[in-house]
């Protein structure tokens, strides 16, 4: 199983990027898919949620700025990202939260984010 992110780049404040997360080899419809995001010496944190039937959470820090979306049949996965701040920079990682016991989850490599003028 592979998760592959793309989409990273440079970025103003108040600009926007769409990342997205291709899944390979996975039975996609029996995962949560969330995107994740880290910073320097932070620990990873939750940026989004969507379940297999598509309902969606967010941080407080990127409500009504951030929409997460997913296409099962292709195994892919996006958060539109819009009004970017400095503080969102970080490298943002897909991650694939099985919904079933005996399952594990997946993480992709990561893309990188800069928002700065």
């Known amino acids: 199983v592979q998760l592959v992110e793309s989409g990273g780049g440079l970025v103003q404040p108040g600009g926007s990027l769409k990342l997205s997360c291709v899944g390979s080899?996975?039975?996609?419809?029996?995962?949560?898919m969330e995107w994740y995001r880290q910073t320097p010496g932070e620990q990873r944190e939750l940026v989004a949620s969507i379940t297999a039937d598509g309902a969606t959470n967010y941080a407080d820090f990127v409500k009504g700025r951030f929409a997460i979306s997913r296409d099962n049949p292709s195994a892919s996965m996006y958060l539109q990202m819009n009004s970017l701040k400095s503080e969102d920079t970080a490298v943002y990682y897909c991650?694939?939260?099985?919904?079933?016991?005996?399952?594990?989850?997946?993480w992709g490599q990561g893309t990188k984010v800069t928002v700065s003028s």
């Open positions: 080899d996975i039975i996609y419809k029996v995962y949560t």
């Open positions: 991650h694939a939260q099985p919904n079933y016991g005996g399952l594990r989850d997946y």
